[in-house]
């Protein structure tokens, strides 16, 4: 149970909820207006009746010709709200825009290797892994699951304009990429 | 431009990307000897000179490459950052309007105007622009910026409100006389609606939406649906638009909380009538709207049942049906509700949010209460999954919300605390593989317990249960690294207990940063100037202070760039919502609270002359007109105290207040005050001085009374945010600032002497006159000879003499207080009034002065006062000293952890107590032997500044130039 809406510039004095969770960076606003000012009906919010913001997704369209296609570039929910189906219902909204608005081939997201919760999602919701970006989170540095922590899967999941599922591919997690060959 | 001078100006560019700024300056003086008349070079070197500080040889620089009016693409650009570098958007504007006259055909230079009055907020010019860009290039786009732009003037604080509905209906002229329909692009669509909205044109709102084209767009974007649902309730097609939420529900799958709203809202609104139904409707209206009633409860069972634990939107309908069908006395069955409470909480009881989810239905009584206190009592606290555990905590949030007074003695607080602690540290044990950067399953059980500890010393004042909480979440800490809410709770609790620096730490941990700055840094920066060692060279608090502001400066540099590109990208739905953005962060409260934070611990550091006092009043006088915006997140802090009582952040705040606009007001107005007083800077003088735009003014700026007016105006709504202390502080400086009005008022020079002796250091330092000041005119100007007698001394009143003897009382109040967290409010305040007086009396330093206005018997009269306060300022910090030694020792830390017995017989470590103990006996120490040594400071430094004199108006100008 929860309000589905766009995200909007104020959101940013109520996101802390969300925000001061370790997982979750705080950007500069230009980041969070620059999205707001192309891509408006790719970010949006879920919220609680009491007005609680409870998570978001951020994302964009980009890519020319067959690579045309959204892209999530943040999705987060605060801990207290998360098993709640609330990133499913912010990806279909974003799955549904990017058909139905931008025609776009297909939607992607990356994910880390090691975050195996996340990926499983993911594939239950129809993606695949596409390739694994080498080194794409740098910051957290080697943990404990080695490079699983700083590499990345690029996800895919094709559009209804995409029917023959061009842009996937069934051994995705072996198409090795280094994070400068990606935008 | 030749090739052989496009490469040699190359390298100034790269010079200043790489912020090599006086390289720059060096290869444009080089390249100016051969080009001496070449605007670029010259914009360029005035860039390079504003990013160099040097604002006075810029300010020439600029001024001849605007007199050139300029058109070539690359000098405007320069130019440009050079003039937001000055703060001269208007000048801006002027620039592009000129070059885009000179070449009218350019569309490029069109939209760069149109821009420039977009990033001045010149909503007027704007509209014109468009409207000229629109005839000229037919491109439908400009008509729609022509549109928005009538709509942000409408919306604009500056408009006054009978204006509105007629910039709005300019709108709707404009946007209807567009050859092609908005419905064409979204962003269009919505702007569109919302004009129609505005004007209460529902029919014609209606009209667009029930087109397919309308009807599409609203299915696919959000934005567009929010105002069409908003459309439809106020055109009273509240059925209708249940019928829609239901038919989405059912065929679509939307699980939208809105959807069910609309539901709900469409089956009572038989249950209120509007007058169109006429009076006997109502019955029959009635009967239907049972029927009704009964439909949409069997629709919300029915999508509950098919949902399942996979989706609560249906369960919590169901809720919300009973409440609201309770609040019309139509409800059927009287143990419904707490019927439907208890199956929610069997589905939803292991999820975090339940708690919040059955928040707006505790409101129980009676048979209600008890019937729901004993089902949530038998929750098993036995758990062996996390599942069960979460069940547990969410039975216990729910029992503490609805306790009642008598249920909150000291000895039944004391039972709970034992019962969470206990099954806090059972329940760790369900998480010990979790990896370390992962939260605890059991953290909301520490957070309960320290909720209830709080709640223990608001109850007995008795701070051993504050000990107790802070050992206990700093343990969390070790359990679960992350937990953003035990810090929390945490650095509101080590400023209450005196130990700011434990505070600091925790709240760097939080990693706070960017628009945060506003939301969150209340929680450390609230007055804070009570913990600031500012006075003894220790900036780390006043630095806070500055780098929590960098956003305020980010916001007035970016913002409006979006906003411009909204405009290219025709997002127009985005627009107003920047605006409203921009405008709350540019005018927030919390960075004015800052501010002033950062003035008193300023004063307390650096030597009071006329300069701090020039640029701080104008400063204060820019904020004192500010609309404010209380952007500040208070609800951040998860609340687990009963709704009878005060909630965690009441109880947390510092001295029991929270300041707010009231408390800025006040100390706004005392320091212009003061400052006013020891300046020479009147308006006219400033209005010559000040370079960049004024802020914009509402459209009511002008019939609000004279400053002077406005300084002394009090309002007891104002002044209940204050402490005792404060509250004694500002009597004294309103005091003070009465009795020294008439003799400022005598001695302050004339402007046109002020503004000659600016006039001339400014030409001694860049070798240009001053703008706009005509010197021949001022050469003249000396201190005439005064005609009137000055005023005759009188003695200071008693407010000012019997302050700082009354603080001495205070203090001894204070000093038996366990946290030293009132002992430094006194204190530092006592210094701040000392620094106060420094500020009133400087004027009268010298001995000419005194001699020629006749001043000699006030200034005996200050020493009276100034050796008074010193004398007890210096008896404060030596008490503060003797504390500051007691709190260190190892009998304050025994005495710590002695106290610390509730949650060492939970099984927390004795060691880890200790260490605790530690570091808030040290912080204490710390922060005590710190205030001391400042206070000890400020008096001498008191005491030597009487033999100087410091009046250097020399440097007036270029401090302003180089800070506004």
């Excluded at chain 2, 608090?541 to 990208?569: G, K, P």
Aim: with cysteine; charged share 25%.
């Amino acid at each position: 149970m929860s309000v589905l809406r766009p995200f909007k510039a104020t959101d940013m004095f109520k996101f802390n909820n969300i925000n001061l969770d370790i997982w979750t960076e705080t950007y500069g606003i230009g980041f969070y207006l620059n999205y707001l000012s192309r891509w408006p009906d790719l970010c949006c919010v879920q919220e609680a009746p009491s007005g609680r913001m409870m998570g978001y997704v951020i994302g964009k369209a980009e890519g020319v010709s067959t690579e045309w296609h959204g892209h999530v570039t943040a999705i987060t929910v605060a801990p207290e709200y998360r098993r709640l189906s609330l990133a499913r219902k912010m990806m279909r909204l974003v799955e549904m825009v990017t058909d139905e608005i931008y025609k776009g081939f297909f939607v992607d997201l990356y994910v880390r290797c090691a975050n195996t919760v996340a990926i499983e999602m993911y594939e239950g919701m129809g993606y695949s892994v596409y390739r694994r970006v080498r080194e794409y989170y740098g910051n957290l540095g080697l943990g404990k699951g080695g490079r699983d922590e700083e590499d990345a899967f690029d996800m895919r999941k094709p559009m209804s304009r995409d029917p023959n599922r061009r842009s996937v591919r069934a051994n995705g997690r072996d198409m090795i990429v280094s994070a400068h060959d990606v935008s | 431009m030749s090739a052989a001078l496009d490469r040699q100006i190359r390298p100034i560019y790269d010079a200043l990307d790489t912020g090599s700024n006086k390289s720059a300056i060096v290869a444009c003086n080089k390249l100016l000897k051969k080009h001496p008349q070449n605007e670029l070079i010259k914009a360029l070197k005035a860039l390079a000179l504003v990013r160099s500080q040097k604002v006075e040889e810029s300010l020439v620089l600029c001024d001849e490459v605007l007199d050139s009016k300029p058109t070539n693409d690359a000098v405007l650009s320069a130019m440009t950052h050079v003039l937001r570098g000055l703060g001269r958007h208007k000048d801006m504007v002027t620039m592009f309007e000129e070059a885009y006259k000179q070449q009218p055909f350019n569309e490029e230079l069109g939209a760069q105007t149109f821009f420039a009055n977009v990033r001045a907020g010149q909503w007027k010019s704007a509209q014109q622009i468009a409207t000229k860009m629109h005839k000229q290039f037919h491109d439908d786009r400009y008509l729609y910026w022509n549109v928005m732009s009538a709509v942000l003037q409408a919306n604009d604080a500056a408009t006054p409100p009978n204006m509105r509905t007629l910039l709005y209906k300019l709108a709707h002229r404009l946007i209807t006389s567009s050859p092609t329909p908005s419905y064409q692009n979204n962003d269009r669509f919505y702007l569109h609606l919302s004009i129609l909205r505005e004007l209460e044109l529902y029919d014609d709102a209606h009209k667009l939406l029930d087109s397919d084209i309308g009807r599409a767009i609203c299915s696919t974007s959000l934005s567009c649906n929010q105002i069409r649902r908003d459309i439809w309730r106020l055109r009273g097609m509240i059925r209708e638009e249940g019928e829609l939420a239901e038919a989405r529900i059912m065929n679509m799958k939307d699980r939208n909380w809105l959807e069910f709203l609309s539901i709900l809202d469409a089956t009572f609104s038989y249950f209120t009538p509007s007058e169109a139904d006429g009076p006997s409707s109502s019955e029959t209206s009635k009967s239907e709207g049972l029927e009704h009633l009964a439909k949409t409860q069997e629709l919300f069972t029915r999508i509950a049942e098919e949902d399942g634990p996979k989706d609560r939107s249906a369960g919590l309908a169901l809720l919300e049906l009973e409440k609201r069908a309770r609040s019309h006395g139509i409800s059927q069955d009287s143990g419904r509700l707490v019927g439907l409470m208890q199956r929610y909480f069997d589905q939803v009881g292991d999820k975090a949010c339940c708690f919040e989810d059955l928040k707006p239905y505790l409101a129980l009584e009676g048979e209600d209460l008890a019937r729901w206190t004993s089902f949530l009592e038998a929750v098993p606290s036995s758990f062996t999954t996390p599942a069960e555990l979460r069940r547990l905590m969410n039975a216990h949030k729910l029992l503490r919300h609805n306790l009642t007074p008598p249920q909150l003695t000291v000895e039944a607080e004391t039972a709970r605390v034992t019962r969470y602690l206990d099954e806090y540290l059972r329940g760790l044990k369900l998480g010990v593989d979790l990896p370390p950067t992962e939260l605890q399953h059991a953290d909301d059980l520490a957070l309960l317990a320290a909720n209830v500890l709080v709640n223990l010393w608001k109850l007995t004042s008795d701070e051993q249960y504050l000990l107790n909480a802070v050992t206990l979440l700093e343990y969390a800490l070790t359990k679960s690294k992350h937990s953003f809410q035990a810090r929390l709770i945490l650095i509101r609790l080590y400023r209450l207990l005196g130990a700011p620096s434990l505070a600091l730490e925790h709240y760097r941990t939080l990693g706070i940063k960017q628009v945060q700055h506003d939301t969150l840094s209340h929680f450390i920066l609230s007055r804070a100037s009570t913990f600031s060692l500012a006075s003894t060279g220790d900036l780390t608090l006043a630095t806070e202070c500055l780098e929590s502001t960098q956003i305020y400066i980010s916001n007035s540099q970016e913002t409006s760039d979006f906003v411009v590109r909204a405009f290219t990208a025709e997002k127009y739905s985005q627009i107003p919502e920047f605006i409203v953005f921009e405008d709350r962060l540019d005018n927030s409260l919390q960075r004015d609270i800052v501010k002033m934070e950062h003035l008193r611990m300023r004063i307390s550091h650096e030597p009071i002359n006329s300069d701090i006092i020039d640029m701080e009043l104008i400063e204060l006088k820019f904020i004192f007109d500010r609309t404010h915006h209380d952007n500040r997140d208070f609800d951040i802090i998860a609340n687990y105290q009963p709704r009878s009582s005060d909630s965690i952040h009441l109880q947390t705040l510092l001295f029991g207040k929270q300041e707010s606009l009231g408390w800025l007001w006040t100390f706004l107005k005392l320091y212009i005050r003061a400052l006013q007083q020891g300046s020479d800077l009147d308006d006219t003088v400033e209005e010559k001085l000040l370079i960049g735009d004024r802020p914009k003014q509402t459209f009511d700026a002008d019939k609000r009374p004279p400053l002077k007016e406005r300084l002394v105006q009090k309002s007891d709504q104002e002044l209940v945010e204050l402490t005792q202390d404060e509250l004694s502080f500002v009597e004294f400086a309103s005091a003070l600032a009465e009795w020294l009005e008439p003799y400022h008022d005598y001695t302050r020079p004339p402007p046109s002497v002020v503004l000659a002796e600016a006039a001339k250091q400014t030409e001694i330092k860049t070798g240009h006159p001053l703008k706009g000041v005509d010197l021949q005119e001022l050469n003249g100007a000396t201190t005439p000879k005064k005609e009137e007698e000055p005023p005759a001394v009188t003695e200071p009143p008693e407010l000012v003499t019997k302050y700082f003897d009354s603080l001495k009382t205070r203090f001894a109040e204070v000093r038996k207080n366990p946290s030293p967290t009132e002992v430094l409010h006194v204190a530092t305040l006592a210094q701040e009034a000392l620094l106060l007086f420094t500020v009133e009396t400087l004027r009268f330093k010298p001995a000419s002065v005194v001699k020629v206005n006749k001043l000699g018997g006030l200034v005996a009269s200050f020493k009276c006062i100034r050796s008074e306060a010193i004398s007890v300022l210096r008896e404060i910090s030596s008490e503060l000293l003797k504390q500051s030694e007691a709190a260190g020792t190892q009998e304050s830390r025994k005495d710590f952890t002695e106290a610390c017995e509730i949650v060492t017989n939970a099984g927390i470590d004795h060691d880890f107590t200790l260490g605790v103990a530690k570091k808030v006996t040290d912080a204490r120490k710390k922060v005590l032997e710190g205030v001391s040594k400042g206070l000890g400071r400020v008096s001498s430094a008191t005491n030597l500044t009487s033999l100087r004199t410091c009046r250097t108006e020399a440097k007036l100008q270029q401090e302003h130039r180089s800070t506004v």
